[in-house]
């Protein structure tokens, strides 16, 4: 076990041209096995169950990871308390314990710990910019003192509050990565991912991709305009990708949450192994050196990403011992026409049946099109009522 500090830091990986491996989407696999609940999405588990959590963490580790981010998406005291969320824990205990979490596997193998804050209710309601930044700094009060290795703002739809997040973690001196969750259009405001990137640059951050929303190759492409805008602008940075474990072709501007799959009819959409590997390989080629996923990523998806790099990275993760290169392990296989499939050209060229004769290849998303300051956006601590409930039924059932 290596002491805390004593390991390398974030940019003195990337500086060095190195993979960083990021872990999956805590939030979604956390829902599946009962510890956190679909709709506020609000990470409390750290607090109230964290055996669950903890060994989330450990899995991703095992998996190949190489940072912990803290399990602390939408953390912040105006989330946990939004729309009537029961939460019996404060901001500052979730936080804490998230912390400490990440900390303890972190250290059980070589990776760091990153601190994350995400979007906030009180933008999408007009808060001042003073009122949004006094809440990413309560939730930093706590990374600072719980010594995280870097931090991360990420899954923010509208540049202007990212800014906000990344000037008030940049005063703290630690590396800052940012990520948004927007694809090719650009944020909700239609700010190109090209003029997303040089001002999340120009306000400090080290690090700038996207998370959430679209499937890896559409991230790929977004995060290359990125690049491609910021190398333009003359600065320098580091890039990631954080995808959906999910196919989303048929996504507009908002992504999969204007799916009618989403939250929970979302698994036929899951992308295999092998798109996994494909989606590790085309990132890498990209220029993207932090590579990790989002919701629907599991610790296998991020296997298969560690398996496809690991000529570049030098190693193979521990969870590949059981499991061995493009399904090498089904040579011991009963089956004769199993063994057959124990080969990479089988795996590469697949294309998976759904099952389901009557499903339709694609899907045609809600797209509201509201965004900040719009009436329905107007988040508040009561819980939703049935007379707010019906005419959005009534609207959805419209279309």
């Not at 669950?52 to 105006?78: C, I, K, W």
Request: proline share 6%; aromatic share 8%; hydrophobic share 40%.
């Amino acid at each position: 076990m290596a002491p805390v500090g004593s390991k390398r830091g974030i940019l003195e990986r990337l500086n060095a041209g190195e993979i960083v491996i990021g872990d999956g989407g805590f939030v979604f696999a956390l829902e599946k096995r009962g510890y956190v609940k679909a709709g506020p999405w609000t990470p409390e588990a750290a607090a109230e169950h964290p055996e669950a959590v903890r060994q989330l963490h450990r899995e991703f580790l095992r998996a190949g990871s190489n940072v912990m981010q803290t399990f602390t998406f939408y953390a912040s005291d105006d989330k946990l308390e939004n729309r009537g969320n029961d939460v019996h824990f404060t901001g500052q205990q979730v936080n804490e314990a998230a912390c400490d979490l990440a900390r303890q596997v972190a250290n059980e193998g070589d990776a760091l710990v990153a601190g994350g804050v995400s979007q906030t209710p009180s933008y999408l309601s007009c808060k001042s910019e003073p009122e949004v930044k006094a809440i990413f700094k309560k939730q930093l009060d706590v990374f600072l003192k719980k010594n995280v290795d870097f931090l991360i703002a990420e899954y923010f739809e509208h540049v202007e509050e990212a800014e906000w997040a990344v000037q008030v973690l940049k005063a703290t001196g630690k590396p800052v990565a940012a990520t948004m969750c927007i694809g090719p259009m650009g944020d909700m405001h239609g700010v190109s991912p090209g003029e997303c990137a040089v001002r999340l640059v120009k306000a400090g951050a080290d690090i700038v991709g996207v998370n959430c929303h679209f499937d890896p190759m559409t991230c790929i492409r977004t995060v290359a305009i990125m690049k491609a805008a910021v190398e333009k602008a003359g600065l320098k940075a580091h890039y990631m990708a954080q995808p959906l474990a999910y196919h989303t072709p048929d996504c507009g501007c908002q992504g999969f949450i204007d799916l009618p799959e989403f939250p929970f009819a979302l698994e036929p959409r899951v992308l295999t192994r092998w798109d996994m590997q494909q989606y590790a390989r085309e990132a890498y080629e990209a220029g993207i050196r932090y590579i990790g996923g989002c919701c629907g990523f599991e610790p296998y998806h991020i296997r298969a990403v560690a398996e496809e790099l690991a000529s570049e990275r030098g190693s193979l993760p521990e969870a590949s011992q059981k499991h061995g290169m493009w399904g090498n392990a089904l040579e011991m296989h009963t089956k004769p026409w199993v063994r057959a499939r124990a080969r990479r050209d089988y795996w590469e060229k697949i294309k998976p049946a759904s099952g389901r004769p009557l499903c339709p290849s694609m899907s045609t998303p809600d797209g509201w099109g509201v965004t900040k300051g719009h009436p329905e956006l107007m988040q508040q601590k009561e819980a939703t009522s049935q007379e707010q409930l019906r005419p959005l039924f009534a609207k959805a059932d419209a279309k």
